[in-house]
């Protein structure tokens, strides 16, 4: 009688070294392609914006895969999730209130509802096309809606500025339309601000899904087939993740 014997100790560690890197070359694979898509994102962004802003270029970031979670995401990053427009650019739809928004509407003496603030003629505008900070400041200062009270213009400082320009809101009964106006020192008035009792509605934009779906079709398969080829000559010399 005769025994054979094969010692399969050498190929099963291989088997387990190359199942190993390639399981890790699929994890690599799906957040390449979540930065794909999320570049996607950024180049949409520029075509359907005039202009956009860095914070919004900027605004979603990738959630790598891992062995024990392989998939990746692409959202909005915490911080602006809560009150990002791009939310309403993506759905569509009233948008809700902006920061100045809410400001005016808390601390505003203000006889009307203010729903939606917008720059008008007179207003300074920055090289993305939304309100200069700067004058933004003197803005609120001079309507005494800035949150800090030593910021904010005193009685007497308009006695000693009264030659300089003001910034006011048209009291009640005011033939003015709502909004911010600016005084010149020859009482020419121009208007800063318009104030709207109506919800800002925005239609939808930014397609992300249809996006993301056109990147992954393009690009999982090319970042799969490299982190593969890679996967299987890291096997070949040995390593394991």
């Not at 392989?70 to 909005?76: I, N, R």
Request: glycine share 6%.
């Amino acid at each position: 009688m005769f025994s054979i014997k094969c010692d399969v100790s050498n190929v099963s560690r291989a088997f387990d070294r190359y199942l190993s890197e390639t399981e890790f070359a699929q994890v690599r694979a799906l957040t390449e392609t979540a930065r794909d898509v999320r570049a996607g994102f950024q180049d949409e962004m520029q075509s359907a914006f005039d202009q956009p802003t860095r914070w919004t270029l900027n605004a979603f970031r990738v959630i790598p895969a891992t062995r024990s979670r392989p998939y990746s995401d692409v959202d909005l990053k915490d911080a602006a999730a809560a009150r990002h427009y791009l939310r309403t650019q993506v759905r569509g739809g009233p948008r809700p209130k902006t920061g100045i928004e809410r400001l005016l509407t808390s601390r505003l003496r203000y006889h009307g509802i203010i729903q939606t603030v917008t720059p008008a003629r007179g207003a300074r505008l920055n090289k993305h096309g939304n309100w200069s900070r700067g004058q933004m400041n003197q803005v609120l200062s001079a309507v005494q809606s800035q949150g800090d009270r030593r910021a904010n213009t005193t009685e007497a400082s308009r006695k000693r500025n009264r030659r300089r320009a003001g910034y006011f809101v048209p009291r009640e009964g005011s033939k003015l339309s709502p909004g911010v106006y600016k005084r010149g020192a020859r009482g020419k008035l121009t208007k800063i601000l318009h104030f709207s009792e109506a919800q800002a509605r925005y239609e939808k934009r930014l397609p992300v899904q249809t996006v993301a779906e056109r990147v992954v079709k393009r690009q999982l398969p090319k970042n799969l087939r490299k982190f593969m080829r890679e996967a299987a000559r890291n096997a070949a010399r040995g390593r394991r993740r």
